[in-house]
């Protein structure tokens, strides 16, 4: 357990009435009730960082996803059609699925 520290700070007096009324029915101090509602609240913070963090990285993987699509579509659009389409597209599907080229993405 870390070690306890103690701080003084002001409230209105409104909400330390309520602290005091919600930890009385839980059988909670003031103190405890406090500490539980800070560390639910900075790991609400944390969680919500994260969530940011991970839409912003996936709005930036967005515009490369783009890319390789496009690219992609060329090759499929590109190639001549003849008897080796259907070689084609599993080595083009497999070089797009290759554990290797996924382990290289996962690293970046």
Do not use: H
């Amino acid at each position: 357990m870390d070690r306890m520290k103690e701080f003084v700070t002001k409230l209105p007096e409104g909400v330390l009435a309520d602290i005091d009324d919600i930890a009385r029915r839980m059988s909670k101090t003031r103190s405890l009730f406090i500490e539980e509602a800070c560390c639910f609240y900075i790991e609400k913070i944390k969680r919500d960082n994260m969530l940011e963090s991970m839409k912003t990285g996936y709005l930036e993987m967005a515009e490369i996803n783009q890319v390789l699509a496009e690219e992609i579509w060329c090759d499929f659009a590109c190639f001549p059609r003849n008897d080796y389409e259907d070689e084609y597209y599993s080595e083009v599907v497999g070089r797009i699925v290759r554990t290797e080229n996924l382990d290289k993405w996962r690293k970046t």
